[in-house]
Structures are given as structure tokens and as C-alpha cells.
């Protein structure tokens, strides 16, 4: 690695956050959602706290990238800090050289040196591994796939996991304002479903089931009501819903482009692992970009 870079930690001045998004875009050419006004949401207004993360320099030119955000964890029930793995980019010249190792547990010390007690991420297949043999994460889970004609229902002998995403009303209504898209809600047999849209022609999107009254409420007050009869595609992990066999099917594996795979990491217990059976965990929880 270079002689010449430097890390630092990532700032949330404006002028950061436009130079960071000019970067993400050149190491993501293709995407349209990341624009400076969206980092601002993401990385600054957080009511769980402001992005932590680390960049790497080479001189005056960003090279490496990465980030978690702030999040409230409900983990083997009590409320936990722990943060969510996010933004990583290495520029095209300075890849194979290590680099996005050494940002991550630069990124994952200072996450504990701020009280965060784990990270929880979502990885593709191909980066999976990495995270798993380089940085110690679990494979908790590949997150499950379905396309649904029907909401599904609520298990009666639902019980609480043992780990979820913790929302409060100012961290759902921050994590609704996602300046990328657009959500709307509607009535479900299992809870107020909040949809947004996809990238298949005539297919949309569920990032939650909410059963609970005060999510439910925070999400009827902030977004629009829109009913939707048309097929919807939902991403995750959740022994609390139950799925009715002859409106909702699994996507096949050759069907899913990018299989995604939740990981966890401890920062505070070496070993220390989630049971897949007992997380629940759904778009509303990962898909902020």
C-alpha cells in the first residue's frame, strides 16, 4: 500500500458530503440516487447520531470509503447501540491492495470506541466472503425472497426475536424522508404494509409488515395511503409472519440477480453469534439507499 495515504474519519460538512458523493459516484458510475442532498439525510440527519466511518486519502485525492450508521437494536430483549454496515468504495487504481479491510476495523474501532455494540450489514454473494474470512462476520441468514398476490398474516403464537430493529417514532419518520424514493401505505392483514418501488416493471415493494400501534401510526402520519393490488416483492427474515402457500411463492435462486445475505458481527464479545431463526428483519432495516 502507499507510502502516501492517510486516514481519516468522515466528516459531515457540507463540503465533505459533496466531496464524498462526487467520489461514490465515481466508483459507482451507473447509480442516479446518490447525490449530495441524500448523504446529507443519510449521513447527517440521523437522529440516532451522525455516520461513523473512515476515508482514506492519497494526498489530496479520496481513494477509500466506508461508513456504518447509528442504530437501535432490540437484541435478546433490551435496547442496544449498534450500527449498520453501508457506504464502502475503494477507487479503481488502489483495489487489491487491502485497503478495504483496513478502513473497515479502522471504521469498527471507532464504532466501539462510541459505545456501539455490534454491526449488522446485508453482503451479496461476492462480497459475503470477504466479510465473513477477512472480518469475522457471521452468515446469519440469506434473507428470504417472495412475490405476493396476498399480504400474509401474523403468527398467533408470535413471539418477540431475539433480535430486530428497534424503531422510535423520530428514527421511522427520518427513515420514511429517504430523499432516493418514494413510499407509500396501505392496509394488511398483518400490519400496515409500507410499499416503494422496484426496479420490475409492475412489481412493488415491501419493506415492512407493522403490526405495532406506534410504528403503524408514525407511518399512516408521514407517508400517503395508496392501495396496490398488483404482485409485490418482499426481502427478509420474519418467524413472527406467515405466508399463505397459494398467493405467495419464493423467488427462485436463477431468478435473483443479487442474493443478499445478513451478517453480524460483535464488537464487544468475541463469538458471539445470532440464531437465523430468531431475527427479524426486513427492508425497512437495510434499504436506505
Known sequence: MSATLSFRTVGISAGEIAQTA??????????????????????????????IGVNA??????????VVIPITARHDGHCTRAALSLNTAVHPDFRGKGLFKTLAEQTYALAAERQVDHIVGVANDNS???FVRSLGFQLVSPLQARVMLWPPTRAVDWTEPCWRRN???????????????????????????????????????????APEPTVAATIMSTLPQRR????????????????????????????RTVPLNLIYRSLCSAGAILPADGVAFAGIDFDVT
Open 228 to 255: 396496490l393490488r398488483r404482485p409485490r416483492l418482499w426481502f427478509g427474515l420474519d418467524p413472527g409472519t406467515r405466508f399463505s402457500p397459494g398467493t405467495s411463492w419464493p423467488v427462485p435462486d436463477r431468478l
Open 167 to 209: 424503531w422510535t417514532a423520530e428514527s421511522l419518520a427520518w427513515r420514511l424522508r429517504n430523499t432516493a424514493t418514494r413510499y407509500s401505505w396501505q392496509p394488511s392483514r398483518a400490519g400496515v404494509e409500507v410499499n416503494g418501488p422496484t426496479r420490475y416493471l409492475g412489481v412493488t415493494s415491501v419493506l415492512t409488515f
Open 22 to 51: 462526487a467520489f461514490l459516484r465515481l466508483v459507482w458510475p451507473r447509480t442516479t440516487r446518490i447525490t449530495a442532498p441524500h448523504l446529507q439525510w443519510l449521513y447527517a440527519e440521523n437522529p440516532e447520531g451522525p455516520v
Open 128 to 130: 459475503t466472503p470477504g
Open 57 to 66: 486519502w492519497s494526498d489530496a485525492t479520496l481513494v477509500g470509503h466506508y
